[in-house]
């Protein structure tokens, strides 16, 4: 067990739909990073949060959002959804920033899976 | 745009033979870290490089990182069945935002008993 926590584990829902993919990270990371796994892209990662702010940006579409709570927790929210939209979302956490001499390993969440139908 | 590109994409031993899979960037990286993710599961880190022609070995596994710190290998010596999954190696770049990783495609390794 990784220590973060992503609901639900599946999600089925139909084109046009929005959805919302929520992330707790491990109890003292303060960094939250989103990743979109697909079976012919790999892992993409779409946004990083550092203790509420935006950080980085990757390869998110507009219709994606995301933001970090207070609390730390995160959520990434998917709009209009389509069908090319179906991928494994993981969430992933931090202790820091990391800089080049930081080690940073990132802890992944189990994942949500998304089906969009 | 910064990207590590990783190979093969797939490969298929026999139990007892070994593997390597290879990453490469076109620019120097700052590190290089190793994750595995096993079948339905989500990706583990494994191990951190960060000085040119470092070895690093955890049991049967062997990770290097070149001189140029542009390319690095993974090589699993007389795998096993346990070995199995897929394998990512993830750059970052010294300027690169906030430290986000930047993933390689993988390597499936699949092991016949």
């Known amino acids: 067990d990784s220590g973060v926590t992503q609901t639900p584990k599946h999600l089925i829902t139909a084109t046009g739909q929005r959805v919302t993919l929520r992330c707790s990270p491990r109890?003292?990371?303060?960094?939250v990073y989103w990743y979109q796994q697909s079976l012919d892209q790999g892992l993409q990662f779409l946004i990083h949060y550092y203790n509420g702010e935006e950080r980085a940006k990757g390869n998110i579409l507009e219709r994606f959002s995301a933001q970090q709570f207070p609390d730390l927790h995160s959520e990434l929210n998917l709009s209009s959804l389509e069908l090319g939209d179906s991928a494994l979302y993981f969430c992933?956490?931090?202790?820091?920033?990391?800089?080049?001499?930081?080690?940073?390993?990132?802890?992944f969440g189990a994942g949500t899976r998304l089906s969009v139908l | 745009g910064q990207q590590v590109m990783q190979i093969p994409q797939y490969q298929h031993v026999q139990e007892g033979e070994d593997f390597t899979t290879y990453c490469n960037s076109s620019t120097t990286l700052s590190n290089i870290q190793w994750y595995k993710q096993r079948p339905g599961g989500h990706p583990v880190f494994l191990i951190q490089?960060?000085?040119?022609?470092e070895v690093k070995k955890q049991k049967r596994l062997t990770f290097q990182f070149g001189e140029a710190k542009k390319n690095s290998s993974l090589h699993i010596t007389a795998t096993q069945t346990t070995d199995v999954g897929t394998y990512f190696c993830a750059g970052r770049w010294i300027y690169n935002q906030g430290g986000k990783l930047i993933f390689g495609q993988g390597t499936e390794l699949s092991v016949k008993p």
């Open positions: 490089l960060v000085k040119s022609g």
């Open positions: 109890s003292g990371d303060l960094s």
């Open positions: 992933a956490s931090s202790v820091d920033l990391a800089g080049v001499r930081g080690k940073n390993i990132q802890y």
